[in-house]
């Protein structure tokens, strides 16, 4: 029996950090970064080159997901058959914003790793989730109004909460997106070797050059990465973070 073929993934939420990671791993050597990847996400967009999406997107078949599986499979299948040849291992980045996020309520999440589900029975998957302390990733997504569903603050480290476990469940290396800021390169070997990736200190050259989509925070205009300026809290978000038994998790299993 022939062994299934490696396929890698990254996975964040949004204002993380996530687009100035991927940025780092799309610049080390022979790396193909396939950006919000998402097996169920369609959206309506000017899209000239792929007229199924546009079809699918204005039917009722965009709420037929075994379908959407198949399709986003096929692909993937096709683009990995394209990296081997070029000599390219590809990093798909995940949309988990949608599995965790978009769901009205936490019980109402029904998938907590479509990318994964969708393609472990055919690929060999290495996996790692970054994290940011969810004060600061809580508050620029609440800024940004990206979060719209998400009622709370405890709501949201809940749902973090979630998607911790799954990640680790699926055996995912987990790093801080604190640690990757004070001392990338250490950060980002242990990411290339998570990731069976060929890591060179020459990202640091050209990691800003590599386009992202969803590419609309920090990761927009730093050419070099450094410790974050602490954000400035109020009060009232002090005392609800304070008051969040689910923060208070995050806090020790992060040392946040």
């Known amino acids: 029996m022939s062994q299934k073929p490696i396929i890698r993934t990254i996975h964040h939420l949004s204002c993380s950090g996530g687009s100035v990671v991927s940025k780092c791993i799309g610049a080390m050597p ?5 950006s919000e990847a998402h097996p169920y996400h369609l959206r309506y967009d000017f899209i000239p080159f792929d007229p199924l999406q546009t079809f699918l997107v204005q039917t009722s078949l965009k709420n037929n997901f075994k379908l959407l599986e198949k399709i986003f499979l096929r692909r993937l299948i096709t683009a990995h058959g394209f990296a081997q040849e070029l000599n390219l291992k ?9 599995d965790y996020l978009y769901a009205v309520s936490i019980d109402n999440i029904r998938n907590r790793a479509s990318l994964l589900a969708v393609i472990q029975n055919h690929f060999q998957v290495q996996s790692v989730l970054t994290v940011r302390d969810p004060m600061n990733s809580y508050s620029s997504a609440r800024k940004q109004n ?3 569903n998400v009622i709370s603050f405890e709501d949201y480290c809940s749902r973090f909460l979630l998607m ?3 990640y680790k469940q699926a055996g995912a290396a987990i ?3 604190e640690d990757f800021c004070d001392d990338p390169d250490t950060t980002l070997q242990a990411i290339c070797a998570a990731l069976d990736l060929t890591y060179s200190d020459q990202y640091a050259k050209t990691f800003y050059k590599i386009p992202m989509t969803g590419d609309s925070g920090r990761a927009a205009r730093i050419k070099e990465i450094k ?3 602490p954000r400035q809290m109020t009060d009232a ?7 969040s038994p689910a923060y208070q998790k995050i806090r020790q299993l992060f040392a946040y």
């Open 30 to 34: 022979n790396t193909q970064i396939i």
């Open 90 to 98: 590809i990093v798909l980045r995940d949309h988990t914003h949608s």
């Open 146 to 148: 990206l979060i719209r």
């Open 164 to 166: 911790i476990d799954t």
């Open 175 to 177: 790093f801080r997106y």
């Open 227 to 229: 410790p974050l300026k």
């Open 237 to 243: 978000f002090l005392n609800e973070a304070a008051a």
